[in-house]
C-alpha cells in the first residue's frame, strides 16, 4: 500500500471531480465496481430514483452499491453521507426526508464539494448541507444523526476503527448505520492486494467480515450485520477492474484464479 493514503484518494478522486466538467468520466472501474460513469449510476439505482438528479452527480457515482435500499429513510430525519462525492446519495436522500429532514454530506475533496454544491444549487435542495472534513473526524456534534450512509468509502480510510468511531459518536441513540463497501471474501498475498489497490482504489484496504464486525462492535455499535451482496468472480474482476488504459504490465503476469471471489460488494448494517 502506498504510504500516502489519503493524500494518494485524495488526488484520485479530485482528479475525477475536474474531468467531469469537460466530458463524460470513466473512472478505473466500471459496471458494477465502485468506480464508474453514468452508465454504471443507472446499474446501481433504479432510473425512476435518477430522473431528476443532474448528470453530472451520475457521472460522478464511484460507489459500489444503494445503501439507501436499506437506510429505511423517513421524513423529518437527520442523515450523514461520509465521503459523499458528487452528491448522488445525499441528493437521493434529501428528497426521503423531506423538507423536515436534513442531509449532509461530507467529503474532504475540494473539487469534489464544489461539483456537490454545483448540483445542489441545480437540484434546488434547500435540505442539504455540504461540509469539507475527513471521516475520521467528522465536524458535527455528538447524538446529531439518524443514519449515517457510506458508499464505498470506510474501505478507503486508513484508520477504519476511527472512522467508524466517529460515526457512533454523532449517531443519536437508537440511530442506524447503512453502508455499502467491498470486503475480502478469503486470504490473497499481499503482493496481491497491493496490485488490486491499483486496479481500482477500493480494493486495496478492505477487511474481511469478522474484521467489520469486530471493529462495530468495538466502538460501540449493536445489532450488527455485514452481508456479502455480490462477490468479485474472475469474470467480474477481468471486465468490471481490469478494462482500464495503462495497466497491462500490472496484471500480466497475475493468475486471475487466485483473486476469483477474493473481494466482493456488501451491505453493513448497525445501530447505536
Not at 473512472?27 to 446501481?44: H, L, N, R
Not at 486496479?199 to 466502538?219: M, P, R
Request: aromatic content about 6%; hydrophobic content about 40%; glycine content about 10%.
Amino acid at each position: 500500500m502506498e504510504l500516502d493514503i489519503k493524500g494518494n484518494v485524495k488526488k484520485y478522486y479530485g482528479d475525477i471531480a475536474k474531468k467531469i466538467n469537460s466530458g463524460p468520466v470513466k473512472g478505473c472501474c466500471s459496471g458494477s465496481s465502485c468506480c464508474g460513469d453514468v452508465s454504471k449510476a443507472t446499474f446501481i439505482y433504479d432510473e425512476e430514483s435518477l430522473s431528476e438528479l443532474p448528470v453530472e452527480a451520475l457521472e460522478a457515482s464511484l460507489g459500489c452499491g444503494n445503501p439507501l435500499v436499506f437506510a429505511e429513510l423517513k421524513e423529518g430525519e437527520a442523515v450523514l453521507d461520509l465521503g459523499s462525492g458528487g452528491g448522488i446519495n445525499v441528493l437521493m436522500a434529501a428528497k426521503h426526508v423531506g423538507t423536515s429532514g436534513r442531509v449532509y454530506g461530507l467529503d474532504m475533496t475540494d473539487e469534489m464539494l464544489k461539483l456537490a454544491n454545483q448540483n445542489k444549487l441545480k437540484m434546488g435542495a434547500a435540505n442539504v448541507d455540504f461540509l469539507k472534513g475527513y471521516i475520521e473526524n467528522i465536524p458535527l456534534k455528538d447524538n446529531l444523526i439518524d443514519v449515517i450512509m457510506s458508499n464505498c468509502v470506510i474501505n478507503l480510510s486508513e484508520d477504519k476503527e476511527k472512522a467508524l468511531s466517529e460515526a457512533y459518536r454523532v449517531l443519536k441513540s437508537g440511530g442506524r448505520l447503512a453502508v455499502s463497501d467491498i470486503i475480502t471474501m478469503k486470504d490473497i498475498p499481499s503482493e496481491l492486494r497491493a496490485q488490486a489497490g491499483m486496479w481500482c482504489k477500493c480494493l486495496g484496504g478492505t477487511l474481511t467480515v469478522e474484521e467489520y464486525k469486530e471493529i462495530l462492535a468495538k466502538v460501540g455499535f449493536k445489532d450488527i450485520e455485514v452481508v456479502p451482496a455480490q462477490i468479485y468472480t474472475k469474470a467480474i474482476i477481468e471486465s468490471a477492474f481490469l478494462q482500464v488504459e495503462n495497466l497491462e504490465d500490472v496484471v500480466k503476469d497475475i493468475d486471475l484464479d487466485v483473486v476469483d471471489g477474493a473481494f466482493a460488494e456488501a451491505y453493513i448494517k448497525a445501530r447505536k
